[in-house]
Structures are given as C-alpha cells and as structure tokens.
C-alpha cells in the first residue's frame, strides 16, 4: 500500500495520528526517566558469566550496527505505511515495558564496565553517558524487532546477525548482564504480539462493522 492510498483512508489516518499520540509523550518522557535512574541507587547483581573474560571497548562496532541497521530499516519501511507504523507502534510500547522494567528493578551496572558511549550525541551534543539503563538491552530488543518486522528475507538475515552481534558486543564491554541480553528478545517479541493482535482484533471489528 503507498502512502497517497494509506492517508486516503479515514481509519488509517486515525491509526497513524493516535500513533503519534501514543509514541511521542512515550518518547518525551524516556529521557527524564533515564536521568532518574541514573541519579537512583542501585544493586549489582553477580553475573558468572561476565566473571569469565575482562571488558573490552566495543562501543564503535555497537553503534556502526545499531545506526547502519535503523538506516536499512527506514530505507525499506517508508515506502510502507503499514509497516512503518506499526513499526512506530512496537517501539513505543517497548519503551512502555523498558519503562517499566527499569523502574522495577533498580541495578546498577557491573563493576567493570566500560561506558557504551554513544558518538553521535557525544559529538553533537552534551548527552549524558548512561550507565544503568539497563534490565532490559534496549539496543539488543530493537534490532531483534527489526527482525521480527521486516518482510525481505536478506533483510532479516542482516538484522538477525546483527541482533546477535550487538547482544554479544554489550556483554563483552560489560555494558549490561547475562539476563539483560538474553530478556531482550522477549520483550521486542511480546511487543511486537501485542501489536500485532491489537491491530488484527480492530481490523476485524472494523470489518464486521462494515458488513
């Protein structure tokens, strides 16, 4: 479906405005919630498997996947309304569950890491290096739901290997924990479920409606 058919569309107009609804308070508010987790005390958990190797900076490979795979992403979702708010949907809920996640489970992150600091708002801006945003890898949960929303199957190959690279980066840099890591991609996939039977659930009602 092209965007001229999309926005034609009363119920589709709808869906992409109460979108924007939905994902830019979420997103308005992530960057306070960060400072307040930042500032709060916390626990370190022990964690057998980062005791087995000394951290090493990965913070360059980290962010050259994590840009280079939301640059593919855009790429391929804009031509695609459907996909692209959908895709805008899973990201905004997933931020509801790192939210919530985070909020409960107050940690602080292991003793020997190295910062994954990020070079685009380190070298445009004065951006706070983020040291507990951690339970759960947000860098690990978005590309695996890159993967879970793409529909090309080389496509989905990149961001697969590239989940798995960066989940691997994270914890050889000691940026997050074992659970971290591997929690991430059942939160993108609930995400991704929840959204995906929402929006089924109020097609169908549509449809009957119109029946």
Same mark, same amino acid.
């Given at each position: 479906?092209? &965007? +001229?058919?999309?926005?034609?569309?009363?119920?589709?107009?709808?869906?992409?405005? /109460?979108?924007?609804?939905?994902?830019?308070?979420?997103? /308005?508010?992530?960057?306070?919630?960060?400072?307040?987790?930042?500032?709060?005390?916390?626990?370190?958990?022990?964690? !057998?498997?980062?005791?087995?190797?000394?951290?090493?900076?990965?913070? &360059?490979?980290?962010?050259?996947?994590?840009?280079? /795979?939301?640059?593919?992403?855009?790429? $391929?979702?804009? !031509?695609?309304?459907?996909?692209?708010?959908?895709?805008?949907?899973?990201?905004?809920?997933?931020?509801?569950?790192?939210?919530?996640?985070?909020?409960?489970? !107050?940690? $602080? !992150?292991?003793?020997?890491?190295?910062?994954?600091?990020?070079?685009?708002?380190?070298?445009?801006?004065?951006?706070?290096?983020?040291?507990?945003?951690?339970?759960?890898?947000?860098?690990?949960?978005?590309?695996?739901?890159?993967?879970?929303?793409?529909?090309?199957? &080389?496509? +989905?190959?990149?961001?697969?290997?590239?989940?798995?690279?960066?989940?691997?980066?994270?914890?050889?840099?000691?940026?997050?924990?074992?659970?971290?890591?591997?929690?991430?991609?059942?939160?993108?996939?609930?995400?991704?479920?929840?959204?995906?039977?929402? $929006?089924?659930?109020? +097609? /169908? $009602?549509?449809?009957?409606?119109?029946?």
């Amino acid at each position: 479906m092209t &965007w +001229k058919k999309y926005l034609s569309d009363k119920k589709s107009r709808y869906e992409l405005v /109460s979108t924007l609804v939905f994902l830019v308070p979420v997103l /308005s508010f992530f960057p306070k919630f960060l400072s307040y987790v930042e500032a709060r005390a916390g626990v370190v958990l022990p964690d !057998p498997v980062l005791r087995m190797f000394n951290p090493i900076d990965l913070t &360059w490979l980290t962010f050259a996947l994590i840009y280079l /795979s939301v640059i593919f992403a855009l790429i $391929n979702f804009a !031509p695609k309304p459907v996909t692209l708010v959908k895709a805008l949907q899973c990201y905004a809920l997933m931020v509801v569950f790192r939210t919530a996640a985070m909020y409960v489970t !107050p940690f $602080n !992150p292991p003793e020997s890491m190295l910062a994954l600091n990020d070079p685009f708002v380190q070298f445009f801006g004065s951006g706070e290096i983020l040291t507990k945003d951690l339970f759960f890898s947000g860098h690990t949960a978005t590309l695996f739901l890159l993967f879970l929303l793409a529909e090309k199957k &080389w496509l +989905k190959t990149i961001f697969l290997i590239n989940t798995i690279i960066v989940g691997t980066a994270v914890l050889l840099q000691h940026v997050h924990y074992t659970i971290d890591v591997l929690a991430a991609p059942f939160f993108a996939y609930g995400s991704y479920r929840i959204i995906t039977i929402i $929006n089924k659930k109020i +097609k /169908s $009602n549509s449809e009957n409606k119109n029946n």
